[in-house]
């Protein structure tokens, strides 16, 4: 692959100035949107995305309804502004997978049988993209479906790693995903320990790989515990600890 | 059982480690309990739960609801019950044994639109909620204003033995039926007594789980903070008067408060314990 510039510089700085194990900066704000029954707004380094949860509720047309479970429907789409130059809005092929495979890194955490005959919709809106955005919207995703109430068994934190110069470096930004190496999208549920997604654009020989799936899963960690504060405050503000009996 | 520190979790939390029960919203993983909502986890009668912050309604059975008729086919009523699911009312619920379709008007006795509070008598994974209104206190609802909160917000708005919802009917000088699946009516001869009581449930609503709340609330409706120096401050027979009024759906309230006390023991009730053993200088 041609590089057209060094992606990491003498000191071992990336194009935007993170070191190599650095997380770009991650703001998630829970319950947004008053309409929808979960909701979460992520900034993760220049993606901006909104996501809303509305369910569990009636399934419309009623044939898609599973007698035994909840369907989950998710849509993950870019919105024309996003992007450098106009995105249609029509949905591309890119978005039609990234809803499937967001769908089904989600599914995982969520216990659908629960709500038999009902479905849970999540619509995932990109306001800006700046890569890694379907890690961004799992992470936001699934603030937003415990923010709804629907029972999960774990939260999913998503986060990249990929190769830029030869070198593994964690949650790669637009640039670094288009002249880099590799990219590496995980989701991961860092209480059950289990890998809900993973996904590969490029070549990695094997300890490459294991490095950066090791990265990735340190990188889901760090996004994990921005989620739970986020929801934390919530719904308990600033308060971590239940007062009770501090009296 | 040994007592659990009361906290506050998210969906994935380790709640305890040990042989204890699950009961609502945990699972177990391994020897681990696991919360799977937002909430307070804390250790009921014979096991751990979860009391959850947010979500949707799901219907029990035995649940007193209120909903709105959506429909008729030529045997049960479709009513709106603020859930995923439909809730089918018999026709012969109301027109007994000999119901007849072709003899029979439904919509005379209940007409699209129309709310009632019914109870669940049915309802599993496989089928739709069943109602019945044939029951003390159940029909139609002639009048009033309907306001929808969270579900999991309503053991909070009743109180402990209908506390908070006594607080507030009494203030506004209104009558407020509450179903669980959070719909709820408010009716009063006057519109500010209605405004006022709408701004209550508000209130309660967004600030459920805070502490401290009743007294917050009987400051927006400038109630003395005891119980019997607001009894006093309204007359006599006013109180009577609306006592009375209000008796069949507060018993009928307070029943349902207290069967939810003894499954899944509510977060008001927790504080208000715990209030009451912090003046007591003891620990819960």
Same mark, same amino acid.
């Given at each position: 692959m041609s590089q057209i510039k060094n992606l990491i510089d003498d000191q071992g700085?990336?194009? &935007?100035? %993170?070191?190599?194990e650095q997380l770009r900066e991650i703001k998630i704000a829970v319950g947004i949107i008053k309409n929808a029954d979960g909701s979460a707004f992520i900034e993760f380094g220049k993606n901006k995305i909104i996501v809303a949860v509305y369910g569990p509720r009636e399934v419309h047309p009623k044939h898609m309804a599973l007698p035994d479970r909840c369907i989950l429907r998710c849509r993950y789409h870019m919105s =024309? @502004?996003?992007?450098d130059t106009r995105k249609n809005p029509a949905p591309s092929r890119r978005e039609v997978e990234i809803s499937k495979v967001m769908r089904e890194a989600l599914e995982p955490a +969520?216990? +659908?049988?629960?709500? =038999?005959?009902a479905a849970i919709d999540v619509y995932v809106e990109v306001l800006q993209a700046d890569g890694g955005s379907r890690c961004a919207g799992i992470a936001a995703a699934s603030v937003a479906l415990a923010d709804a109430g629907i029972n999960m068994c774990d939260i999913v934190a998503a986060c990249a790693a990929g190769k830029v110069d030869d070198k593994i470096v964690l949650d790669i930004n637009d640039t670094e995903d288009k002249e880099g190496g590799a990219d590496m999208p995980v989701a991961y549920m860092p209480h059950l320990d289990q890998v809900t997604l993973l996904q590969l654009d490029g070549i990695l020989t094997a300890e490459q790989f294991n490095e950066c799936l090791d990265m990735a899963i340190k990188g889901c960690k760090m996004v994990y515990q921005i989620q739970k504060q986020a929801l934390m405050h919530k719904y308990f503000g600033n308060e971590t600890e239940l007062k009770e009996e501090s009296q | 059982m040994q007592e659990i520190k009361r906290k506050y979790v998210v969906p994935g939390d380790k709640i305890i480690d040990g042989n204890f029960r699950p009961l609502l919203n945990v699972i177990r993983v391994g020897d681990s309990i696991i919360s799977t909502r937002i909430g307070i986890a804390e250790s009921g009668r014979d096991g751990i739960k979860v009391i959850p912050l947010s979500g949707v309604y799901i219907p029990r059975v035995n649940d007193i609801v209120i909903g709105k008729i959506i429909d008729h086919s030529s045997l049960s009523w479709e009513v709106d019950i603020n859930s995923c699911f439909s809730a089918h009312l018999p026709a012969q619920d109301i @027109?007994?044994? &000999? @119901?007849s379709p072709a003899r029979d008007d439904m919509n005379k006795q209940l007409a699209i639109g129309d709310l009632i509070t019914a109870r669940i008598v049915a309802f599993d994974r496989t089928r739709d909620p069943m109602l019945t209104v044939? &029951?003390? &206190? +159940?029909?139609?609802? =002639? %009048?009033g204003e309907l306001l929808k909160i969270s579900a999991t917000r309503v053991p909070r708005l009743i109180g402990k033995r209908g506390s908070m919802i006594q607080t507030i009917e009494q203030a506004t000088q209104t009558r407020i039926l509450i179903g669980q699946n959070g719909l709820i009516v408010v009716t009063s001869r006057s519109s500010e007594g209605i405004q006022l009581a709408v701004k209550a449930i508000r209130m309660v609503e967004e600030e /459920?789980?805070? /502490?401290?709340l009743t007294q917050r609330v009987k400051a927006l409706l400038n109630v003395p903070d005891t119980t019997t120096a607001a009894l006093s401050s309204l007359p006599q027979q006013e109180v009577a008067q609306s006592s009375s009024s209000f008796s069949p759906s507060l018993s009928q309230n307070n029943r349902k408060d207290e069967k939810v006390e003894e499954t899944e023991s509510t977060i008001e009730e927790v504080e208000e314990e715990i209030e009451e053993n912090v003046e007591k200088g003891e620990k819960v």
């Amino acid at each position: 692959m041609s590089q057209i510039k060094n992606l990491i510089d003498d000191q071992g700085k990336r194009t &935007d100035g %993170r070191t190599a194990e650095q997380l770009r900066e991650i703001k998630i704000a829970v319950g947004i949107i008053k309409n929808a029954d979960g909701s979460a707004f992520i900034e993760f380094g220049k993606n901006k995305i909104i996501v809303a949860v509305y369910g569990p509720r009636e399934v419309h047309p009623k044939h898609m309804a599973l007698p035994d479970r909840c369907i989950l429907r998710c849509r993950y789409h870019m919105s =024309p @502004f996003s992007t450098d130059t106009r995105k249609n809005p029509a949905p591309s092929r890119r978005e039609v997978e990234i809803s499937k495979v967001m769908r089904e890194a989600l599914e995982p955490a +969520l216990m +659908l049988e629960d709500y =038999p005959r009902a479905a849970i919709d999540v619509y995932v809106e990109v306001l800006q993209a700046d890569g890694g955005s379907r890690c961004a919207g799992i992470a936001a995703a699934s603030v937003a479906l415990a923010d709804a109430g629907i029972n999960m068994c774990d939260i999913v934190a998503a986060c990249a790693a990929g190769k830029v110069d030869d070198k593994i470096v964690l949650d790669i930004n637009d640039t670094e995903d288009k002249e880099g190496g590799a990219d590496m999208p995980v989701a991961y549920m860092p209480h059950l320990d289990q890998v809900t997604l993973l996904q590969l654009d490029g070549i990695l020989t094997a300890e490459q790989f294991n490095e950066c799936l090791d990265m990735a899963i340190k990188g889901c960690k760090m996004v994990y515990q921005i989620q739970k504060q986020a929801l934390m405050h919530k719904y308990f503000g600033n308060e971590t600890e239940l007062k009770e009996e501090s009296q | 059982m040994q007592e659990i520190k009361r906290k506050y979790v998210v969906p994935g939390d380790k709640i305890i480690d040990g042989n204890f029960r699950p009961l609502l919203n945990v699972i177990r993983v391994g020897d681990s309990i696991i919360s799977t909502r937002i909430g307070i986890a804390e250790s009921g009668r014979d096991g751990i739960k979860v009391i959850p912050l947010s979500g949707v309604y799901i219907p029990r059975v035995n649940d007193i609801v209120i909903g709105k008729i959506i429909d008729h086919s030529s045997l049960s009523w479709e009513v709106d019950i603020n859930s995923c699911f439909s809730a089918h009312l018999p026709a012969q619920d109301i @027109f007994g044994r &000999d @119901f007849s379709p072709a003899r029979d008007d439904m919509n005379k006795q209940l007409a699209i639109g129309d709310l009632i509070t019914a109870r669940i008598v049915a309802f599993d994974r496989t089928r739709d909620p069943m109602l019945t209104v044939q &029951d003390r &206190d +159940l029909g139609r609802i =002639p %009048r009033g204003e309907l306001l929808k909160i969270s579900a999991t917000r309503v053991p909070r708005l009743i109180g402990k033995r209908g506390s908070m919802i006594q607080t507030i009917e009494q203030a506004t000088q209104t009558r407020i039926l509450i179903g669980q699946n959070g719909l709820i009516v408010v009716t009063s001869r006057s519109s500010e007594g209605i405004q006022l009581a709408v701004k209550a449930i508000r209130m309660v609503e967004e600030e /459920a789980h805070t /502490a401290n709340l009743t007294q917050r609330v009987k400051a927006l409706l400038n109630v003395p903070d005891t119980t019997t120096a607001a009894l006093s401050s309204l007359p006599q027979q006013e109180v009577a008067q609306s006592s009375s009024s209000f008796s069949p759906s507060l018993s009928q309230n307070n029943r349902k408060d207290e069967k939810v006390e003894e499954t899944e023991s509510t977060i008001e009730e927790v504080e208000e314990e715990i209030e009451e053993n912090v003046e007591k200088g003891e620990k819960v």
